[in-house]
């Protein structure tokens, strides 16, 4: 299926605690797995990715893990910060109809993250 | 580096009327995404382009969108005649290969239709 979903829809944390986001998807053939952030009237940007043969990738204060089994990932941000606000999108890559090994990116519907100082 | 360009920002027309957007991808990049996004929701991919080859095109509503990507490099999307249901913000994203990778999206244009 083209599904990914996202959840929750909105999460608002105290500054200094952590986040979790939660993205789930159907395509057992997806292997590629952005996470977007999106700050009011912005463009989406890239802030970390994964590929299916790693379970987890870090970078500072954001990490991302795999569980390729329950076709489920989740964006982890730890001692959030006021500018850690904004939009979380996720993506997955699903097979593209009728092109072998073809695939394009589906996007989850988002989470407003809100850091509460 | 320079980003994805977009223009215009931002565009208001009535219903009925037509509309076109235009896209300059990162240098280099060889494919070219156009995503529609509604309000409150994530992009939907509208059409994608490897070169100036069309890869993609099952979500773009034909009877009244229409895209090209001329040489291979600047790519225009056109909306004849807009629709209410239209309004959103159009996203073009660049990415280097052909394989699904790293996307980086332009700042977009918001159309209001009316």
């Known amino acids: 299926g083209e599904n990914v979903e996202q959840h929750p829809s909105t999460l608002s944390v105290q500054e200094g605690d952590s986040a979790v986001i939660k993205c789930t998807y159907s395509d057992s053939a997806s292997n590629y797995f952005p996470w977007y952030k999106q700050e009011l009237g912005k463009r989406p940007q890239l802030i970390i990715d994964?590929?299916?043969?790693?379970g987890e990738k870090k970078d500072q204060r954001i990490a991302v893990t795999l569980n390729k089994t329950a076709k489920h990932f989740s964006l982890h941000i730890t001692e959030t910060q006021p500018e850690d606000s904004a939009v979380y999108f996720c993506?997955?890559?699903?097979?593209?109809?009728?092109?072998?090994?073809?695939?394009?990116?589906?996007f989850g519907q988002g989470t407003r993250l809100t850091i509460n100082p | 580096e320079a980003g994805v360009a977009q223009s215009p920002r931002y565009k208001i027309i009535e219903k009925r009327q037509s509309v076109a957007f235009w896209c300059n991808p990162i240098s280099g990049h060889a494919t070219l995404y156009w995503y529609q996004q509604i309000l409150g929701q994530g992009p939907k991919l509208l059409i994608q382009?490897?070169?100036?080859?069309?890869?993609?095109d099952s979500q773009l509503p034909k009877d009244r969108f229409s895209a090209e990507r001329l040489k291979g490099v600047d790519s225009t999307l056109k909306i004849q005649p807009a629709k209410l249901e239209d309004s959103a913000v159009y996203l073009c994203?660049?990415?280097?290969?052909?394989?699904?990778?790293?996307?980086?999206f332009g700042p977009g244009t918001r159309l209001t239709v009316l």
């Open positions: 382009f490897q070169n100036n080859g069309v890869v993609d």
């Open positions: 993506a997955a890559s699903i097979k593209r109809r009728g092109e072998e090994g073809a695939q394009k990116l589906v």
């Open positions: 994964i590929r299916s043969n790693v």
């Open positions: 994203a660049s990415s280097l290969g052909w394989w699904v990778s790293k996307q980086f």
